[in-house]
């Protein structure tokens, strides 16, 4: 069963950067596309960005340019580098499999920004 862990969230003004970490086991890391997903308070849970298992990258638009994922193999962890946080950046974050069905969710990571 896949267990996915994240981590780095936290409490930041507007402007400021965070950078999220999520640890995956019980899958075969490497050769899964994975992404990153946020829930904003009172909102559906939404796409944020995604890495191919060659690297290749997107993004949804309110973040491009602000925001970076990249993927550790050798860890087995993606990355999400977060910089010139908006209040709207606010949610928890998720990292799961961006192809295919979606693993079990982790308990994600609580992001706020504050103005």
């Known amino acids: 069963q896949v267990q996915l862990v994240e981590s780095g969230g936290g409490l930041v003004q507007a402007g400021g950067s965070l950078r999220l970490s999520c640890a995956a086991s019980g899958t075969d890391f490497s050769i899964n596309a994975m992404g990153w997903y946020r829930q904003a308070p009172g909102k559906q849970r939404e796409w944020v960005a995604a890495i191919g298992a060659g690297g290749k990258t997107a993004y949804t638009s309110s973040v491009k340019g602000r925001f970076a994922i990249s993927r550790d193999n050798a860890m087995n962890t993606v990355y999400l580098q977060m910089n010139s946080l908006k209040p709207e950046d606010t949610g928890v974050y998720y990292c799961?499999?961006?192809?295919?069905?979606?693993?079990?969710w982790g308990q994600g990571t609580q992001v706020t920004v504050s103005s």
């Open positions: 799961n499999t961006a192809n295919g069905p979606p693993w079990s």
